[in-house]
Nanobody, 127 residues
Framework: QVHLVESGGGLAQAGGSLRLSCAASGRTGSRYAMGWFRQAAGKEREFVAG????????YSTDIVKARFNISRDNGENTMILQMNSVKPENTAVYYC????????????????????WGQGTLVTVSS
């Protein structure tokens, strides 16, 4: 299977930006849909965004779409979550995930189908 490592988390001021990266290694020759989930303290894991293997289809809530952007570079085996205009409520551990179905459409609750996870990266947004 593929191994996922997130980076780019840290501290940000409200209104600022963060760029989260997910680097894939191992069986990167296989096709994987990829995406991001986040989990704030005391809350359920929340779907953030997903992207199919070819990168031409993305999935997220309307709220996420307004400020965040997901993309991937298969040549570099990386996936990016560009977070703009961050808010304190965005504070959470952000997890990279992969799905061997290369064209799967992700949504809230799709984490039940995910077996490949990164270790998570903490994003903290201060007011």
């Amino acid at each position: 299977q593929v191994h996922l490592v997130e980076s780019g988390g840290g501290l940000a001021q409200a209104g600022g930006s963060l760029r989260l990266s997910c680097a894939a290694s191992g069986r990167t020759g296989s096709r994987y849909a990829m995406g991001w989930f986040r989990q704030a303290a005391g809350k359920e894991r929340e779907f953030v965004a997903g992207v199919n293997w070819s990168g031409d289809a993305t999935y997220s809530t309307d709220i996420v779409k307004a400020r965040f952007n997901i993309s991937r570079d298969n040549g570099e085996n990386t996936m990016i979550l560009q977070m703009n205009s961050v808010k304190p409520e965005n504070t959470a551990v952000y997890y990279c995930a992969a799905d061997p179905n290369p064209s799967s459409s992700w949504y809230q609750g799709y984490e039940k189908y995910i077996e490949i996870w990164g270790q998570g990266t903490l994003v903290t947004v201060s007011s």
